[in-house]
């Protein structure tokens, strides 16, 4: 009994020798497409996080938030300018189309800043994102 004991630990112990990393050995280094990749990702996942933090914003301040359905959501690089395009219900129960435009976070509601920074065709769709609200 004690040398099948034994001969576990031994087992165990050469396995763990021969299949654990050296934990000294330094990480492969990531190629110039890979740190490209993953900082486009990066990029990519903050600007969808301040779209959805200002979708929510939006939603909070409807009269019936249960309503909202976005119909546009496009943003620049670093969310600088967000676009929303949003049909909510009103006061008196009908769908209403609404624009805002966020520009260095100040939310605008004419016509003429949504004419001039949510025209633009270089702008990234993200009309899902409000879909994660």
Same mark, same amino acid.
């Given at each position: 009994m004690l +040398?099948?004991?034994?001969? $576990?630990? @031994?087992?165990?112990? *050469?396995?763990?020798?021969?299949? =654990?990393?050296d934990e000294n050995q330094a990480p492969t280094p990531l190629?110039?497409?890979e740190v490209a990749a993953q900082e486009?990702?990066?990029?990519?996942?903050?600007r969808r996080q301040a779209v959805i933090n200002a979708?929510?914003?939006?939603?909070?301040?409807? +009269?019936?938030?249960?309503? $909202?359905? @976005?119909?546009?959501? *496009?943003?620049?690089?670093?969310? =600088?300018?967000?676009?929303?395009a949003y049909r909510a219900r009103n006061g008196f129960g009908g769908m209403n189309l609404e624009h805002a435009t966020i520009v260095d976070n100040t939310i605008y509601k004419t016509s003429k800043?949504?004419?001039?920074?949510c025209a633009k065709k270089d702008l990234h769709d993200l009309t899902r994102a409000g879909s994660y609200l």
């Open positions: +040398r099948a004991i034994l001969a $576990l630990i @031994f087992l165990g112990m *050469v396995g763990s020798a021969l299949f =654990s990393k190629s110039e497409k486009a990702r990066r990029v990519e996942d903050a979708a929510r914003s939006i939603k909070s301040n409807l +009269r019936d938030p249960d309503s $909202l359905k @976005f119909q546009t959501i *496009v943003a620049n690089d670093d969310a =600088s300018i967000m676009c929303f800043v949504w004419n001039k920074h």
